[in-house]
């Protein structure tokens, strides 16, 4: 499969990630197991990429290989962070993992203990992300006294707080009720509005994908492969029930699971 480039930029700017030729396996009791093979994909400073597919097809260990936790067996990978950002990156996980013995202040604080910022500083940094995400007047509570959606929200500002220039999303709405999950995927859109942030975001749901993404990854396979990388030309702000959505999501479904796509005939308008 060809390199697939990231959209050009107008300021000639270099693709922020470069994945070329990457492949993944591992070895357990002697039994070799490949998990990805082949991936090439370049993204853009700013773009929101989004990768798709079924369990274990490699989209959480792709993020590992992106944030250095796991080396790829063959291929290269070259991240070009934006030099202004404090961090290359910061991970935003499927289930919130705040600590409970910390208020929601100190929990968005924390990744920033380590630093060379002060207590007030540390403290103003996290007030500023808890602003972004909505949450500013939560930041006396305890995780405990917090909704699901809230935790998540918490959890994204920690990741905000550290600054990083690249956000990594691993399935972070997939455990949320429909109602507070699409909530989130609007406050995503609007973080990422305010903020620039490249974004790679993982999640099974395909809707999901295309609703939020300005390319979609379908991963499938063992190993995972790129089946096909599909661009969202829709217009922002979307209609979450549009046809067009719709139809780039039957699309996408059908680079995952051919067989299991609707036909043309099967639509009714």
């Known amino acids: 499969m060809e390199t697939v480039t990231a959209a050009p930029q107008p300021d000639g700017r270099a693709p922020i990630i470069e994945i ?4 993944l396996s591992f070895e357990q009791d002697g039994q070799r197991t490949d998990v990805l093979r082949d991936l090439n994909l370049a993204l853009a400073p700013g773009e929101f990429l989004a990768l798709v597919g079924a369990s274990g097809v490699g989209k959480s260990t792709l993020l590992r290989v992106l944030m250095g936790l796991a080396k790829p067996t063959a291929g290269e990978v070259h991240v070009r962070p934006d030099p202004a950002a404090d961090r290359p990156m910061a ?4 289930d919130s993992r705040l600590l409970p013995w910390r208020r929601v202040i100190s929990n968005v604080a924390f990744g920033l203990e380590k630093t060379s910022l002060d207590k007030a500083a540390r403290r103003g940094r996290a007030m500023d992300a808890l602003r972004l995400v909505g949450l500013a007047d939560l930041a006396d509570r305890w995780p405990w006294q917090l909704s699901g959606g809230q935790r998540q929200r918490v959890s994204l500002a920690r990741a905000l707080a550290v600054r990083p220039s690249i956000l990594l999303m691993d399935e972070p709405f997939s455990a949320l009720d429909v109602a507070t999950r699409e909530n989130l995927q609007d406050e995503l859109i609007r973080i990422r509005q305010e903020t620039g942030k490249t974004i790679i975001f993982v999640t099974h749901d395909i809707d999901e994908a295309v609703y939020l993404a300005d390319r979609v990854v379908a991963l499938a396979g063992k190993p995972g492969e790129a089946k096909a990388i599909r661009v969202v030309d829709i217009e922002r702000p979307r209609k979450r029930f549009s046809l067009a959505l719709q139809e ?4 996408v479904k059908a680079d995952i699971a051919p067989e299991s796509a609707p036909r043309a005939d099967d639509w009714v308008i």
Request: glycine content about 8%.
């Open 20 to 23: 070329v030729g990457l492949s």
């Open 91 to 94: 991970l935003v996980f499927q």
């Open 248 to 251: 780039l999501s039957a699309r």
